[in-house]
């Protein structure tokens, strides 16, 4: 079946760094890709729409110019937190589908960012 | 703002217990789906309900997408220890963006 692989699965950085996280559809053509935040013991929060070649669309409260976010290719979207802090802490999962919500989503096992 | 409220937040049960849990919104949804996270995993896709009123049974479980199509309900019964973990339900509104109700952590103890 479909699968997506998110990497790194976890990652320490220090305040005021910057951290990438990939996230791939691994045997299908990902039009969109969600990007999802994930307090413990809470649900998943979206924080932006990724689509193929154009820029994603942040939900209100995301900011866009500290969680940058690119869709370069139809098997690649990224999610940089720039000038990390410890706040920033916490499990980021992405999802990918074919076309949107109209076909299956595929979620990634997530990565578990702690900035010290 | 959570569109989506699930009841209740925990429950601890014993094998062999039966239990439903509750998504529901003063939205209405396309299409509702039913997930299943592990621990330091993704959430897994248990079933999607498109149809106010549909019933969708996967072997001990059994899921309902309310007739107005606000709200849904998931059972299962004669739980098992492999049934522990967070359940979220989450919701489509168009064809853009899924949001996650706010979950329920379920311990099923042997």
């Known amino acids: 079946g479909a699968v997506v692989s998110q990497h790194p699965s976890w990652v320490i950085c220090k305040s005021g760094t910057s951290v990438k996280i990939e996230c791939r559809s691994l045997?299908?053509?990902?039009?969109?890709m969600f990007w999802y935040r994930q307090f413990p013991k809470q649900s998943l929060m979206l924080m932006a729409t990724?689509?193929?070649?154009?820029?994603?669309?942040?939900e209100q409260g995301v900011e866009k110019d500290k969680f940058l976010i690119n869709h370069a290719s139809l098997t690649l979207s990224t999610l940089t937190v720039t000038s990390a802090h410890p706040e920033d802490s916490s499990f980021y999962i992405c999802?990918?589908?074919?076309?949107?919500?109209?076909?299956?989503?595929?979620f990634g096992n997530g990565t578990r960012l702690t900035v010290t | 703002t959570q569109l989506l409220e699930q009841s209740p937040q925990f429950l601890s049960i014993q094998e062999g217990e039966n239990l439903t849990v509750y998504c529901n919104s003063s939205?209405?949804?396309?299409?509702l789906q039913w997930y299943r996270q592990e621990p330091g995993e993704g959430p897994v896709l248990l079933v999607t309900?498109?149809?106010?009123?549909e019933v969708k049974k996967l072997k001990r479980l059994t899921f309902q997408f309310g007739d107005a199509r606000k709200d849904s309900s998931l059972h299962i019964t004669a739980a098992q220890p492999g049934d522990t973990g967070l359940y979220l339900c989450?919701?489509?509104?168009?064809?853009?963006?899924?949001?996650f109700g706010t979950g329920t952590r379920l311990q099923v103890f042997p």
């Open positions: 999802s990918a589908s074919l076309t949107g919500l109209s076909s299956p989503l595929h």
């Open positions: 045997d299908f053509q990902a039009t969109t």
């Open positions: 990724s689509n193929e070649g154009s820029k994603a669309t942040y």
């Open positions: 939205s209405v949804f396309s299409s």
């Open positions: 309900v498109v149809t106010g009123g």
């Open positions: 989450a919701g489509a509104r168009s064809t853009d963006k899924l949001i």
